[in-house]
């Protein structure tokens, strides 16, 4: 059996991890059983290489050139009054060692400062999509991280790492594939904070959707401690985040067999204008930055391939090369992403000012009457997204930064001042999602504008049992149908495939009816679906419909001959979740489908 396990993390490739490690390997020594099998197959033949006491050590000639190496290192001495020092152990101390060995690798960092404008919206947009449709949610570091893997593709010098050949003479390695680290800093159980640096590993192969769940597979790990000696093993470039806790940038320390690590700062506005008034920032255009830095190995690595690859990221995050195209397709949007541009306002300028207002009008118009043209309704997404000119703000010279400005606009409601992104979310919600409304063709303006009403600003979440109620009735559409599709083959029935929303929708109406109080309902319709209806809607007796479907019809009924199964209707009881009854009636329907309507009307 070799030394180091496949899969486990040798000591080149984590440093960083050191001290997880040996504290592992404590609880190896304590009780085996209580560890994975991973990590009881990496600790079977593991023999510590440094450290104190039980932990191992070398020969003594190493342990006295090391303790005459940390005597000549300066240290800070307490006063005579002063408080003892105490000694770092365990973790601590490996921290320590960790960071003395850090400095025999040369480095350098590029800062680089990119704007975060066109980040903010297109990840709003994808937000918004997953939180109304599959749940889940992108953050600023995944899409970053993202593009960083991208843009190793075009600089590949960027995982280079520093080896040495068997003669000891300097080498360098180049992996084929990007190993990813991910810099997550955890709380231990006493409180205090470490940090462990897992690994994506090939994370240049993944799609964007691929690479989004490897990222949160081992996110989810690390917070449920389900570690694995191979989470740790393959690391080339890190990522860490030192924005989340509000700082710019940092210069890391690099660890031996690191190629670089990228830092991601804060995302906000350049600290002159953190105290500026936010409509004062959207009219000037002054957007957030967001400052990368790439801290790399000297020896391998040229500052100015280190610059060029900072510079591919800000292309990326800029939108060259289709990067937002290729994440909204990852993720199935059925949109197209915001585009970068320049910005083309004169603040001082009433007639710039006055243009841009008159713009914002003739946009909200488009949308009311070709919103429907982009609407979300091809569930196979057959077609690739499109955006219809008509409906693109830049078609009207509006651009990413006229998203915060406000304009006087009457979606929604009542004239007001709005920013344009609340104004487009406004009428994107109304007439792009997956119903699309087309109603320009109305010729009264009352009725335009009660239509418009009722679905502008109109917001209605649907609660999780409702939710579960839908699913329900759609299972039970859907089991229906397949049913008739096992049981008659071949057979003409004029099923509900393709439309099964039908059942919910009308479960909808009937509900509303009968908790306000309504009496009876009658409804007509044609072939299509109409015995899905009676059996779920009207709950005429499967035994009654299927016998009627294979010809045992009383003869003595009215309701007319040959294909007769999809002409029969039938009255029957509505039962709402609450309690609440109301009588249903499905007339019988003739060939000529619309001869049903003046039936129904007189039935009434």
């Known amino acids: 059996m070799s030394s180091t396990p496949k899969d486990a993390p040798s000591r080149s490739q984590s440093e960083l991890n050191a001290w997880l490690v040996e504290e592992m390997y404590e609880q190896y020594r304590e009780d085996p059983d209580e560890l994975s099998p991973g990590w009881r197959d990496f600790f079977e033949d593991y023999r510590p290489t440094d450290g104190d006491g039980a932990n191992g050590a070398g020969t003594i000639a190493e342990q006295e050139e090391v303790e005459r190496s940390r005597s000549r290192k300066a240290v800070a001495k307490p006063s005579e009054d002063g408080p003892e020092p105490e000694r770092i152990r365990g973790v601590g101390a490996r921290i320590v060692e960790n960071m003395e060995t850090s400095l025999g690798v040369p480095t350098a960092t590029s800062v680089r400062d990119v704007p975060a404008k066109l980040l903010e919206v297109n990840r709003r947009i994808v937000n918004n ?24 593709q075009d600089v590949p010098a960027m995982k280079n790492v520093f080896s040495e050949t068997e003669e000891g003479k300097p080498a360098v390695l180049r992996p084929e594939h990007v190993g990813l680290g991910l810099a997550v800093d955890v709380e231990n159980d006493d409180g205090s904070r470490s940090l462990l640096v897992p690994v994506i590993k090939e994370a240049d192969t993944f799609t964007f959707q691929e690479f989004l769940r490897a990222y949160e597979e081992i996110i989810r790990k690390i917070r449920l401690k389900k570690l694995d000696p191979a989470m740790f093993s393959g690391g080339v470039i890190t990522i860490t985040n030192p924005g989340t806790i509000g700082t710019v940038h940092s210069i890391p320390r690099l660890m031996s067999g690191q190629a670089a690590i990228l830092g991601v700062g804060t995302i906000d506005h350049p600290a002159q204008f953190q105290a500026a008034d936010d409509r004062t920032l959207a009219k000037l255009g002054v957007g957030k930055v967001i400052t990368l830095t790439s801290t790399y190995d000297h020896r391998v690595i040229q500052g100015a391939e280190s610059g060029l690859y900072l510079a591919r990221v800000s292309e990326l995050l800029l939108g060259e090369d289709g990067f937002y195209d290729e994440v909204f397709r990852s993720l199935g949007l059925p949109y197209e992403p915001a585009r970068w541009r320049t910005d083309t306002v004169d603040v001082d300028s009433q007639t710039d000012l006055l243009t841009k207002q008159m713009k914002v009008g003739q946009l909200a118009n488009m949308y009311r009457v070709r919103g429907h043209l982009i609407a979300d309704l091809d569930p196979l997404q057959q077609l690739p997204p499109s955006m219809h000119p008509e409906l693109d703000p830049t078609y009207y010279g509006l651009s990413i930064w006229d998203l915060d400005r406000e304009f006087l606009t009457d979606v929604g409601g009542e004239t007001r001042r709005m920013p344009l992104g609340d104004i487009l979310g406004v009428l994107r919600d109304a007439y792009c999602r997956t119903i699309g409304i087309e109603y320009g063709h109305v010729l009264d303006p009352e009725q335009k504008a009660w239509i418009r009403d009722q679905v502008e600003g109109i917001t209605e979440d649907v609660p999780p049992e409702d939710q579960l109620w839908i699913l329900e009735r759609l299972n039970a559409s859907e089991a229906f149908e397949s049913f008739l599709h096992t049981k008659y083959v071949g057979q003409k029935r004029f099923g509900l495939e393709g439309a099964e929303t039908l059942i919910p929708m009308l479960d909808a109406v009937c509900e509303a009816a009968a908790d306000q109080g309504l009496s009876d309902i009658v409804m007509g319709m044609a072939h299509r679906g109409r015995l899905n209806v009676l059996s779920n809607i009207l709950r005429k007796s499967h035994k009654q419909i299927f016998g009627e479907f294979e010809g045992h019809i009383d003869p003595d009924t009215v309701q007319g001959s040959g294909d007769v199964k999809y002409h029969l209707g039938t009255s029957g009881t509505y039962e ?28 009434v």
Not at 576 to 603: D, F, K
């Open 576 to 603: 709402t979740r609450a309690g609440n009854q109301i009588e249903l009636h499905l007339p019988p329907n003739p060939s000529h489908l619309e001869a049903v309507n003046p039936v129904v009307e007189g039935i």
């Open 129 to 152: 999509y997953l939180r109304r449709t599959r749940g889940g949610k992108v953050s600023f570091t995944h899409l970053i991280a993202y593009a960083m893997v991208r843009a190793v």
